[in-house]
């Protein structure tokens, strides 16, 4: 398996507008926090860093509260910019730096 970094980000999430965000599997996320309330450097919707996985598409896990990004194997990894505290997943090393 290629576990390599994304050569450039495909997809992203996008802003519709009031507060609410659209994932690339079309979940919507609703009362996110803006901008200025970011609580690191980076952050999943409004300043992703280039780790090993931008280029993989984001899916919002309303059920845990989380941003995930999808490998091309379909394993859902937690995407290392959001602030989520339980990031045990099943994993095949795509996330491994």
Same mark, same amino acid.
């Given at each position: 398996?290629?576990?390599?970094?994304?050569?450039?980000?495909?997809? +992203?999430?996008?802003?519709? =507008?009031?507060? +609410?965000?659209?994932?690339?599997? /079309?979940?919507?996320?609703?009362?996110?926090?803006?901008?200025?309330? %970011?609580k690191?450097?980076? %952050? !999943?919707?409004?300043? #992703? +860093? /280039? @780790?090993?996985?931008?280029?993989?598409?984001?899916?919002?896990r309303?059920?845990?509260h989380?941003?995930?990004?999808? %490998? #091309? @194997? =379909?394993?859902? @990894? #937690?995407?290392?910019?959001?602030?989520?505290?339980? !990031?045990? @997943? =099943? &994993?095949?090393g &795509? &996330?491994? /730096?």
């Amino acid at each position: 398996m290629d576990h390599g970094r994304a050569a450039q980000r495909i997809m +992203s999430v996008q802003y519709l =507008g009031n507060n +609410s965000w659209v994932d690339d599997f /079309n979940h919507i996320i609703v009362n996110a926090h803006t901008s200025n309330q %970011c609580k690191n450097d980076h %952050c !999943t919707l409004h300043n #992703p +860093s /280039n @780790h090993n996985m931008v280029g993989f598409p984001q899916r919002w896990r309303q059920d845990r509260h989380m941003m995930e990004r999808m %490998c #091309p @194997h =379909g394993i859902g @990894h #937690p995407d290392p910019d959001d602030i989520a505290v339980n !990031t045990t @997943h =099943g &994993c095949d090393g &795509c &996330c491994i /730096n």
